[in-house]
């Protein structure tokens, strides 16, 4: 297999669905979801989800017309906001993570910084932030922003607590920020760890449809 699935003849997209599996909320089954993905539509061709329960699936990129229709049938289904990237999207961002970030043996993505390692997550966002408009820095004690990899996609710094902490304090920090800044508050945000955009590239964690080959012609 190739070790990026980017660079298959497949073309590939992500649809990923907002708040799924956040401690009890929205516990939705991922086999049982993505059959219904299957079901609900012949437009686009939901062919695998990655194994963490924050709801990641993939789908075959056909182009715009199946990145629209795969997020209006993925909120119908679920019944929960949903965002989609290309993997190409992906790429870039995971590119843009600083060379000194590494790989702890847990599999979190992480870096170096005077006040101690920081975990770097990705906030995807469902409209665009201008360059003008785009921020850096630290948002509270926890959140900071590295840097933005394009319009809707933000790279950061999380300090995760050992109790209590998730992706989620990291997307909340976007978004209260956002609203200070005056921007739209109806703007979706989802959070990701850095792992789990790799783990979608790389064709790790993923269980794919029968007779599917991500890498096949």
């Known amino acids: 297999m190739s070790s990026t699935l980017g660079e298959s003849k497949k073309v590939l997209a992500a649809l990923f669905v907002v708040d799924m599996g956040n401690y009890d909320r929205n516990s939705l089954s991922l086999p049982e979801t993505l059959l ?10 939901f062919v695998g989800y990655h194994r963490r329960r924050s709801g990641n699936f993939v789908f075959v990129d056909s182009g715009d017309s199946s990145l629209g229709t795969a997020q209006l049938i993925g909120q119908r289904v679920t019944q929960l906001p949903c965002l989609v990237r290309r993997y190409a999207d992906l790429r870039n961002v995971r590119q843009a993570v600083p060379s000194k970030a ?14 101690g390692p920081r975990k770097i997550i990705w906030v995807g966002l469902s409209e ?3 360059q003008l408009a785009q921020f850096t820095g630290s948002l509270n004690s926890r959140v900071s922003v590295c840097g933005w990899t394009s319009v809707r996609d933000v790279l950061c ?13 990291v997307t909340r920090a976007i978004e209260k920020s956002l609203r200070q800044r005056g921007m739209n ?4 945000a989802t959070g990701r760890a850095l792992s789990v955009l790799g783990d979608l590239l790389e064709g790790k964690g ?12």
Do not use: C, M
């Not at 590494?102 to 006040?115: D, H, K, L």
């Not at 710094?157 to 304090?169: A, C, E, H, L, T």
């Not at 993923?206 to 012609?217: M, N, Q």
């Open 185 to 188: 508050d109806h703007i979706v």
């Open 157 to 169: 710094f999380y300090d995760r607590p050992s109790s209590g902490g998730n992706v989620g304090q």
């Open 206 to 217: 993923i269980t794919w449809v029968a007779g599917f080959d991500p890498v096949g012609s």
């Open 128 to 130: 665009d932030v201008q």
């Open 36 to 45: 219904s993905l299957r079901k609900a539509t012949q437009d686009v061709e």
């Open 102 to 115: 590494y790989t702890t043996p847990q599999g979190s993505i992480e870096i170096a910084t005077s006040n």
